[in-house]
């Protein structure tokens, strides 16, 4: 499975859109781009997920770039609840295998 | 809304003794994965379950750690004897399946401290 590099920190202000990159240059064809998040003292949480096309749910968007090697995670309007570490892991159908890697910590400030 | 359950949350114990941890999947999940966290880094997987059998146990330390899911719902994992390096987050996921997208629930997690 492709591996990804995501900053390791990152502040937004409160109401402000954070947008959180992730990089996958190796990623092949068949694999998805998938969206965790941690706040601390619980287990991830799902965000999003995406093959090839922008992805929005209730919780966020998912940008992917045209020849698929990085993403951006948006959340549009982030409250404080939103500090958590954010994890960007590739995979195919079976996340379970993926490598989740140290994720970004993003810190909400009012 | 449907959760991962385990027990017990919080665990101390010191070396050489055994431990063990259980989970509870959201009922139906035929996928079952248990994560292990060390503090600072993403979590690792231990073991892989789809129902009551093993899909993939390739980083599970199999010299003292043991899984398993015999009526392919809830499971365990075990470790005897514990290091002082097995001190981390204990987490358990499942999914409706695999072969399609889903994405994984995770339950609370157990910590464990070896002293």
């Known amino acids: 499975d492709a591996k990804t590099t995501q900053p390791t920190s990152m502040d937004c202000a409160e109401g402000r859109a954070a947008n959180l990159p992730c990089n996958h240059s190796?990623?092949?064809?068949?694999?998805?781009v998938y969206w965790y998040r941690q706040i601390h003292s619980q287990g991830p949480q799902y965000i999003i997920h995406?093959?090839?096309n922008n992805e929005t749910n209730e919780m966020a968007s998912l940008i992917i770039t045209e020849d698929r090697k990085s993403s951006t995670l948006i959340l549009p309007h982030a409250t404080l609840r939103d500090t958590a570490v954010y994890y960007c892991?590739?995979?195919?159908?079976?996340?379970?295998?993926?490598?989740f890697g140290d994720g970004t910590t993003l810190t909400v400030k009012p | 809304e449907a959760e991962v359950a385990q027990s017990p949350r919080y665990k101390i114990t010191e070396k050489s003794q055994a431990v063990a941890f259980w989970c509870d999947p959201i009922?139906?999940?035929?996928?079952l994965y248990w994560y292990r966290q060390i503090l600072g880094q993403g979590p690792e997987l231990l073991v892989q379950?789809?129902?009551?059998?093993?899909?993939?146990d390739s980083q599970l330390p199999k010299d003292r750690f043991s899984a398993e899911r015999l009526k392919g719902v809830d499971s365990t994992l075990k470790i005897q004897p514990a290091e002082l390096g097995d001190s981390a987050m204990y987490l358990c996921?499942?999914?409706?399946?695999?072969?399609?997208?889903?994405?994984?629930?995770f339950g609370p997690g157990t910590r464990l401290t070896v002293l």
């Open positions: 996921a499942s999914t409706l399946t695999t072969g399609r997208v889903n994405e994984q629930f």
């Open positions: 190796t990623i092949s064809g068949n694999e998805y």
């Open positions: 995406g093959l090839k």
């Open positions: 892991i590739v995979g195919g159908t079976n996340a379970g295998k993926s490598t």
């Open positions: 009922s139906g999940h035929a996928t």
């Open positions: 379950f789809q129902d009551e059998s093993v899909v993939d």
